[in-house]
């Protein structure tokens, strides 16, 4: 679990440890460090209809607080007025197809 306090809301974070274990060994990228790809004011969230069956998925790109640009792949919702609850399902290095796309938007 990790909250992050900015100027607009409060972000609250949970994820599984196995996964988060499994997805540092994988990719060299721990959910909390991912977590800080929300912070970026650049951050491009793209909604994720591949994997959106159950709930909605989106894949945030955006600049960590040390890896570069990840790619985060995740849910939320809106708890009240000012908090989201972000579950964190996955996260890596950004693809260079991603980095073009993050790179675009700018």
């Not at 994720?48 to 069956?53: A, F, L, N, R």
Request: hydrophobic share 30%.
């Amino acid at each position: 679990f990790f909250k992050q306090k900015t100027a607009y809301e409060i972000y609250q974070c949970d994820w599984s440890s196995d996964v988060c274990s499994s997805d540092l060994t994988k990719h060299g990228v721990g959910f909390k460090l991912a977590m800080s790809v929300f912070l970026d004011p650049f951050a491009l969230s793209i909604f994720d209809d591949e994997h959106s069956s159950d709930e909605d998925c989106w894949i945030t790109l955006g600049i960590s607080t040390a890896k570069g640009l990840l790619a985060v792949h995740h849910t939320h919702h809106q708890e009240d007025e000012n908090t989201v609850n972000i579950r964190i399902i996955s996260s890596r290095k950004a693809t260079k197809r991603e980095q073009q796309k993050y790179r675009e938007r700018q």
